[in-house]
T-cell receptor
Framework: AQKVTQAQTEISVVEKEDVTLDCVYETRDTTYYLFWYKQPPSGELVFLIRRNSFDEQNEISGRYSWNFQKSTSSFNFTITASQVVDSAVYFCALSEASTGYALNFGKGTSLLVTP | DADVTQTPRNRITKTGKRIMLECSQTKGHDRMYWYRQDPGLGLRLIYYSFDVKDINKGEISDGYSVSRQAQAKFSLSLESAIPNQTALYFC????????????FGPGTRLTVL
């Protein structure tokens, strides 16, 4: 069963629009971590954020912000004032002790930002 | 220099051939992982290793084997490659401890004809 669901396969926005990428996860662990990675067209994986299950504070880093809600098992990612360079595939991932802290990835959301 | 390197970066091979993908790291991390990425499927775990003597199967280990030759090296082998193993393969490392960030190599694009 898919433990991390990214329901949006592809999103297309015009530059300067705000966009939210959804992530819903499933786990029985009480302690777990959630991650977001970015994969630009060049193919490498770029770490964006790590959040533990006990910290529900929202986080903001420049134009990026993350909203973690345990009640709905969601860890959504918002890009404010999107730019063309934000075009990439974004992956949400779950880390659990039961799988050796390996990352269980969602299928990714492909974001296209057009001028 | 890159902290996590993968060789080769691209490889085309034929069905039935044995092939090895290599991963090296200079980060001093104990944990190493192999994932494969298929279009629309995200990344899936093949094998992981907590140290030289500790190797574990991941979600999709069938058809693959691994070797942890040293703390810094973790190789992935396809004993008899088949076309559905065509994918992008990533190696990753992380320090010991819980739930640490993983650092990924640049990936190896493998095509099996």
């Amino acid at each position: 069963a898919q433990k991390v669901t990214q329901a949006q396969t592809e999103i297309s926005v015009v530059e300067k629009e705000d966009v939210t990428l959804d992530c819903v996860y499933e786990t029985r662990d009480t302690t777990y971590y959630l991650f977001w990675y970015k994969q630009p067209p060049s193919g490498e994986l770029v770490f964006l954020i790590r959040r533990n299950s006990f910290d529900e504070q929202n986080e903001i880093s420049g134009r990026y912000s993350w909203n973690f809600q345990k009640s709905t098992s969601s860890f959504n990612f918002t890009i404010t004032a999107s730019q063309v360079v934000d075009s990439a595939v974004y992956f949400c991932a779950l880390s659990e002790a039961s799988t050796g802290y390996a990352l269980n990835f969602g299928k990714g959301t492909s974001l296209l930002v057009t001028p | 220099d890159a902290d996590v390197t993968q060789t080769p970066r691209n490889r085309i091979t034929k069905t039935g051939k044995r092939i090895m993908l290599e991963c090296s790291q200079t980060k001093g991390h104990d944990r190493m992982y192999w994932y494969r990425q298929d279009p629309g499927l995200g990344l899936r775990l093949i094998y992981y290793s907590f140290d030289v003597k500790d190797i574990n199967k991941g979600e999709i280990s069938d058809g693959y084997s691994v070797s942890r030759q040293a703390q810094a090296k973790f190789s992935l082998s396809l004993e008899s490659a088949i076309p559905n193993q065509t994918a992008l393969y990533f190696c990753a490392t992380s320090p010991s401890g819980t739930h640490n960030e993983q650092f990924f190599g640049p990936g190896t694009r493998l095509t099996v004809l």
